[in-house]
């Protein structure tokens, strides 16, 4: 943590409950953060889409507004 506020980063990711000393962060940050990482996940579940199975152009961007939809609906 000190490395990361001594190159101007803000640590927002909250200290274990075993902690001795508990350490401040920002909720709302890690909160955006924490969606970010879940939809990251998300995505890497369509397989397809990662890899680029589909040759075709058109398969290949309709797999990938498939993708948002359902996980837009999720």
């Known amino acids: 943590r000190e490395a990361l506020v001594d190159m101007g980063i803000t640590p ?3 200290g274990r409950k ?3 000393k508990a350490v401040k962060y920002d ?3 890690y909160k955006r953060r924490n969606r970010i990482e879940i939809m ?3 995505l890497k579940d369509w397989r397809r889409v990662a ?3 589909d040759r075709c152009p058109k398969v290949f961007l309709s797999a990938i507004a498939l993708a ?3 996980i837009f609906w999720l």
Request: some cysteine; aromatic content about 12%; hydrophobic content about 20%.
């Open 12 to 14: 927002c990711i909250p």
């Open 18 to 20: 075993s902690r001795g």
């Open 27 to 29: 909720k709302s940050r």
């Open 40 to 42: 990251f996940g998300r």
């Open 51 to 53: 890899t680029r199975y």
């Open 68 to 70: 948002a939809t359902v």
